[in-house]
């Protein structure tokens, strides 16, 4: 079987990964410090230090496993997949950057509900609730993918734990500060996937 080197870590193809997650890690950089000079969330109940930390196990695991984990390489179609992986990378950040506008400042790292927040229901928010989570998951499949490694598209999956206890820790909070508004919206909206979960 021939052992091969992954398109993200060869030259110069490699520009097209690495310049996506640039640019993904500069969109984020500025809300990250914004959120942090904000102090402690008690409503947080520990979910964004779950959700960093899985996050940060899934992308350790993808990418060693595409260095040093070769046999796990996936062998069939390297250019359409990782060209495909590179785009749900850009696709992901894009969704991450709209959330950013649809939501504003009541968009956080942390879970809080600020006084005289309302339900924004425009944009991605109209068809699921969490569509910044939808982003990350289009994120970590992309990675996977451009790595060209089984076991890398597999650790996407690490990250979706700590999103699961994130979820429920973020709409027992929204219901508890926006009442009626937000379980009205929980009904008549997906969590993720639009029409399906």
């Known amino acids: 079987m021939?052992?091969?080197?992954?398109?993200?870590?060869?030259?110069p193809i490699a520009i097209l990964f690495w310049a996506a997650l640039l640019w993904v890690a500069a969109g984020e950089l500025p809300l990250a410090i914004r959120d942090n000079r904000s102090?402690?969330?008690p409503a947080d109940r520990g979910s964004r230090q779950a959700v960093e930390a899985l996050t940060a196990a899934g992308l350790f695991v993808a990418f060693f496993a595409a260095a040093r984990v070769r046999?796990?390489?996936?062998?069939?179609a390297r250019l359409p997949l990782y060209l495909a992986g590179v785009a749900l990378v850009v696709a992901g950040g894009l969704l991450r950057r709209h959330c950013f506008r649809m939501l504003g400042d009541s968009f956080t790292f942390a879970v809080r509900v600020a006084a005289g927040q309302t339900?924004?229901?425009r944009g991605a928010y109209r068809y699921v609730r969490h569509p910044s989570y939808t982003a990350g998951l289009l994120l970590f499949i992309g990675i996977g993918l451009a790595l060209g490694n089984w076991i890398s598209l597999a650790a996407g999956v690490l990250p979706v734990f700590g999103y699961v206890y994130r979820?429920?820790?973020?709409?027992q909070a929204l219901v508890d500060g926006l009442g009626a508004a937000y379980a009205t919206y929980m009904k008549r909206t997906r969590r993720l996937i639009p029409f399906l979960c």
């Open 119 to 121: 339900v924004v229901d």
């Open 2 to 11: 021939t052992v091969l080197k992954p398109l993200a870590y060869s030259w």
């Open 167 to 171: 979820i429920r820790i973020e709409e």
């Open 71 to 76: 046999d796990a390489s996936i062998a069939f």
């Open 39 to 41: 102090g402690r969330a």
